[in-house]
């Protein structure tokens, strides 16, 4: 595993909605959980959600809780991230990245490895 690759990013509408997708390996299905991030202009990375490799440990930081949804298909080697109801404040380069399960527990305060280069969102009327 190298790196991984984000794609599904795009222009759209407030209100409107997008599915990010990130495409790993078959190594990286088997022991990587996968967190989506997004970086803003002038401001700090920022995790938004993250899934384990067996899919039964979910997170939704604020900014995504209620909105955003995470899954995984480990047959296809890709997570996802269907955001709804987006904002402007959605705006962002939006990463994804895996953390080792064999070495920590799922979606923690552990490192993340093989960050993709990022595909942009923007939300704008």
């Known amino acids: 595993q190298s790196q991984f690759m984000e794609s599904g990013g795009g222009l759209v509408r407030p209100g409107g909605s997008l599915r990010l997708s990130c495409a790993g390996s078959?190594?990286?299905?088997?022991?990587?959980?996968i967190g989506w991030f997004r970086q803003a202009p002038g401001k700090e990375r920022e995790r938004v959600s993250c899934?384990?490799?067996?899919?039964?440990?979910?997170r939704y930081d604020d900014s995504s809780k209620g909105r955003f949804t995470i899954s995984r298909d480990n047959a296809k080697n890709t997570v996802y991230l269907q955001m709804n109801s987006l904002t402007t404040e959605d705006t962002a380069v939006y990463y994804c990245?895996?953390?080792?399960?064999?070495?920590?527990?799922?979606?923690?305060?552990?490192?993340?490895?093989?960050w993709g280069q990022g595909t942009q969102v923007t939300v704008s009327s």
């Open positions: 990245a895996g953390q080792d399960e064999r070495i920590g527990a799922p979606c923690g305060n552990g490192a993340y490895y093989y």
């Open positions: 078959r190594f990286t299905s088997n022991n990587y959980a």
């Open positions: 899934i384990s490799v067996d899919g039964r440990t979910v």
